[in-house]
């Protein structure tokens, strides 16, 4: 029998191998086609209700409502179940993550932090991510600058795996992100948070961008360290789209950028939040889906080192 458009189904490899959440009704979600864009001011009536927007009054900045074509259901009596909400960053239409102002971006920080503070006293969700979706290899599906939260009744095997890894790295007394100052996968710091290259990239110029300080929460996070966050992410984002274009005019470039926070059931606190920067340059290919092993061109020291040309140089 087959699967009805509003049924889930989360499903382990028999090997062992990987996880897969079967949603029906994802298969609905619409393309960005043309006509009016349900994102766009004036078009509120053609997506759900607001559940949260900026400023409360008057026109709005940054716009928040659930997911028409989510993941899963939000029934908490279903085995499977979260929230997947949209929160539209602007309401301008064609505008780049990377071209906005620190302060629109510190503002979609913040709506980040507080509907992730919003659903963490839902006792059946155990972690929380935000992510973005940009160009086509992206897996963006609109075109309007938005980004999604996602809260879910279980851990993700990434965010599993990291939680477990954050806790062994503690029991020897350190954390893989609380760098030295002197760490050469460093980038560039921004006052209370830093930008740096993983020591396994996945893709060319990754880049994750955490704070100083350990800090466990995204939600504990204060204003001033927000607008650092902004500041630090515009830099990043307008560095890679540089290195993208090659010496042409700088360019949109596919990417994803997602945010990690510590599990919701976790009081240890040797999680520390991060978002990575994904650039997608080139669509993942059979080898790559096949044994579940990424190819990077770019050793990480390679990347810092034209990350850092980039930024300083006049």
């Not at 908490?76 to 906005?100: F, N, R, S």
Request: charged content about 25%; proline content about 10%.
């Amino acid at each position: 029998m087959g699967l009805k458009e509003r049924d889930y189904l989360l499903l382990e490899d028999t090997l062992g191998s990987s996880w897969v959440l079967i949603s029906p009704g994802r298969c609905s979600r619409p393309k960005d086609a043309k006509g009016k864009c349900p994102f766009c001011p004036g078009s509120e009536h053609l997506t759900p209700p607001t559940l949260f927007k900026l400023p409360e009054e008057g026109d709005w900045q940054v716009r928040v409502f659930a997911n028409r074509y989510p993941f899963f259901p939000s029934n908490e009596d279903d085995e499977v179940y979260g929230i997947h909400e949209v929160i539209v960053e602007t309401p301008k239409h064609d505008a780049l993550l990377h071209q906005m102002s620190v302060q629109t971006i510190s503002r979609v920080m913040r709506v980040i932090r507080d509907r992730m503070s919003h659903h963490g006293s839902n006792e059946r969700l155990r972690a929380l991510i935000a992510f973005r979706n940009e160009g086509l290899r992206g897996g963006a599906s609109r075109k309007h600058p938005h980004t999604q939260l996602v809260g879910l009744s279980w851990l993700p095997p990434r965010l599993a795996k990291e939680s477990e890894a954050f806790l062994n790295m503690a029991e020897q007394g350190r954390c893989p992100l609380c760098l030295a100052p002197t760490d050469p996968l460093i980038i560039v710091e921004e006052e209370s948070f830093r930008a740096f290259s993983p020591p396994t990239p996945r893709f060319p110029h990754e880049t994750w961008i955490a704070p100083v300080h350990h800090e466990p929460a995204f939600t504990n996070l204060k204003d001033a360290e927000i607008d650092d966050l902004a500041a630090l992410l515009k830099k990043m984002l307008s560095a890679i789209a540089k290195l993208s274009s090659r010496g042409q005019k700088p360019k949109p470039f596919d990417y994803n950028l997602v945010l990690h926070t510590e599990p919701l059931d976790e009081e240890q606190g040797t999680f520390h939040t991060h978002i990575e920067i994904l650039p997608r340059p080139e669509a993942l290919a059979g080898f790559e889906i096949g044994s579940g092993l990424l190819i990077n061109p770019i050793p990480p020291e390679q990347a810092v080192s034209e990350l850092r040309e980039v930024l300083f140089s006049k």
